[in-house]
């Protein structure tokens, strides 16, 4: 590499002395290999598929947010079950790979990805409200995801008045 060239495989990347445990944290969830357990899991992924897809009255016509949307998985659900716009959310890596999930299923004008913490991001194209919140807020252990403090902040900042 020249002098003055960026390894883009280092941006962005903190030293690990100065790691916290959320560093720590969120750089073991941009592994592909969590979320393919999670996916691999049949009767989870069914279940949220059906959960959206069942109550397509509640969710036709409506902006969406997947907080945590890890391979954009419910992402695609949301808009498989009419949803007008869904806006994905994830902190870590694994939103590259989300990114191309979306794109291989024609999806790039339904859905916007951002990556970042949901308590510093801001909705885009102008959303100011959602009617519909979505989250997978245990990940695949119940102990090892713990985002159910970042679902409440996200309803609290986003979720438009009478949605859920």
């Given at each position: 590499m020249a002098q003055g060239e960026v390894?883009?495989?280092e941006v962005g990347k903190i030293p690990v002395n100065e790691m916290t445990s959320k560093d720590y944290y969120f750089d073991s969830y941009a592994h592909f290999g969590i979320h393919e357990e999670m996916l691999k899991d049949e009767t989870?992924?069914?279940t949220y598929r059906n959960a959206l897809l069942h109550n397509k009255h509640l969710v036709k016509g409506k902006v969406v947010l997947d907080v945590g949307c890890g391979t954009g998985i419910l992402c695609l659900f949301a808009v498989k079950a009419g949803a007008k716009h869904v806006?994905?959310?994830e902190c870590s890596n694994?939103?590259?790979h989300a990114k191309e999930v979306v794109k291989a299923n024609g999806m790039l004008s339904k859905i916007t990805?951002?990556?970042g913490k949901v308590e510093e991001v801001s909705l885009p194209n102008g959303i100011e409200k959602v009617d519909i919140i979505i989250s997978e807020w245990m990940g695949y252990c119940l102990f090892y995801e713990s985002m159910l403090?970042?679902?409440l902040y996200?309803?609290?900042k986003w979720l438009a008045p009478g949605w859920f």
């Open positions: 390894n883009q495989d989870r992924t069914v806006v994905g959310i694994i939103i590259d990805l951002i990556k403090n970042t679902v996200a309803r609290d």
